[in-house]
């Protein structure tokens, strides 16, 4: 962090927000974040590569943070979308087992009725065993009665069992209530922290703009459509990358030695022959002030 002291204590001084912040540091930087020049003497082709390299490069390191602004607020609504689902779903489910309490409450009443019916027919029955005639209408009678008890026994078993389930079905929708009730209170704590999310980045996105907008400027048309070209081509959206632990920062695949050497020389602008990122030093990395701005800013938070 390269931050004066002066720098220091002025921005304890402020206690603006965080993006007011960055753009007070952004307008004091602004002129040396975008082309820095080398204290160091160079030749014309040179110093030409490196300017562009920085100019890109910083143009990369803007986006780069557009996009992981982009990526927040598109992943908030998600979850925000998804939670809403899954409440809808519980819902669905609640209401299932209301209706099911209903179905088993209307078959109860219609084994009652069954009940009755069987007691019924058993009175009658009884009184047809005064007028028989021989033993084997009495058989008869008795096992017909006999039949009738049974079918009430039956139904009873299934009243009970249908009692029993709508003990369970209450329980369920007690569980499934303060299921319900907890995830809308978490829906209310993420529908609120996407409001914030949305209005902070908004703030932080429009500054960026700005600054990509100057960033853009700076580039000869042919590097930017190849600087285009190159970030539509790719999943991460990183068309300028530095060399990490001998590899290239996009892609991962290492840079041969030689290949290396070149980049550091800087002559000429250079892509990685696996997946055609442009590739940059640390030299060009550490001339492009914006991450450490963006750095800074991070921890702030
Ligand atoms: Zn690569």
């Known amino acids: ?175 499934l209530k303060k299921e319900i009730a907890s995830k809308e209170e978490i829906l209310k704590e993420k529908e609120a922290e996407l409001q914030e999310i949305v209005k902070e980045t908004e703030k932080e996105e429009k500054y960026l703009l700005q600054l990509r907008e100057e960033a853009w400027n700076n580039i000869d048309d042919r590097y930017k459509k190849a600087y285009q070209r190159i970030r539509s081509s790719v999943k991460n959206g990183l068309a300028i990358v530095k060399i990490e632990r001998d590899a290239c920062g996009g892609c991962f695949s290492k840079i041969p030695p030689q290949q290396q050497l070149e980049i550091k020389m800087h002559k000429k602008i250079l892509i990685c022959e696996y997946c055609g990122r442009i590739l940059v030093d640390d030299y060009i990395a550490e001339k492009v002030k914006i991450n450490e701005l963006f750095a800074s800013a991070d921890t702030e938070n």
Request: glycine share 2%.
């Open 1 to 175: 962090m390269a931050k004066t002291s002066k720098a220091n204590t002025k921005e304890k001084k402020e206690k603006k927000s965080t993006i007011t912040k960055k753009q007070n540091q952004s307008n004091e930087k602004e002129s040396k974040l975008l082309v820095k020049e080398s204290e160091e003497p160079l030749d014309p082709v040179e110093k030409s590569v490196i300017s562009k390299l920085v100019n890109l490069y910083t143009l990369q390191s803007i986006d780069s943070q557009i996009d992981k602004i982009r990526i927040i607020r598109g992943e908030l609504p998600l979850e925000v979308q998804d939670l809403q689902d899954e409440i809808e779903g519980l819902k669905t489910r609640l209401n299932n087992y209301i209706d099911e309490i209903g179905e088993k409450e209307k078959s109860i009443a219609s084994y009652k009725h069954g009940i009755e019916q069987s007691r019924l027919l058993i009175e009658k029955y009884k009184e047809n065993l005064n007028k028989i005639r021989n033993n084997r209408e009495y058989e008869s009678i008795l096992k017909e009665i006999e039949y009738q008890e049974l079918e009430i026994e039956l139904y009873e078993k299934k009243i009970r069992e249908a009692k029993a389930k709508i003990e369970q079905l209450k329980n369920d929708i007690e569980k």
